[in-house]
């Protein structure tokens, strides 16, 4: 009987997938989800946390967009927080969260290609770029002003740079 020190250890999942499209399952969105949470969970030092990503259309996003935040439209991403962060200096680092959950993301596959075709970037790399960015709101990261949008663009090119991504906020010719 083999010793129980020897099997192997179980990896947590970080993501639970709804797929509303099929060509997210095409593209593999669990995947390079779990790719993504990995990475940022690592980033912030968690060990483990819990994000549920819902990959659907433009159509889908726009109604949830229109729902929540009164715009009519679609976005390439979204996303919704499980707990409020308190609020903190300009350009500072959120605390890392400790809740289990992080919140939910929605992301519209209609809007990732239009965008990764218009910036001349592989559409698996602007997903998880979106994917990242969006877990970073999730653990208390924003851009509403010009201090915060750099901490936080600085976390992403650090995190997306572990996983062998270009720099997002480069210009790409198209």
Known sequence: MPDSADAPEEVPEFVDIVLEDDRWEDADLPAMAERAA????????LDAFQVVV?????ARIAALNAEFRGKPKPTNVLSWPAVEFEAREPGA???????????????????????AEAQGK???DHATHLLVHAMLHLAGYDHIDDEDAETMEDAERSILGKLGIPDP??????
């Open 38 to 45: 990995r990475a940022v969970g690592e980033w912030l030092g």
């Open 54 to 58: 819902m990959g659907c259309d433009d």
């Open 93 to 115: 680092h959120p605390e890392p969260p400790g809740a289990e959950e992080l919140g939910d993301i929605a992301i519209s596959y209609d809007t990732c290609l239009r965008e």
């Open 122 to 124: 592989p559409f698996a």
């Open 169 to 174: 906020y480069l210009e790409h010719e198209t």
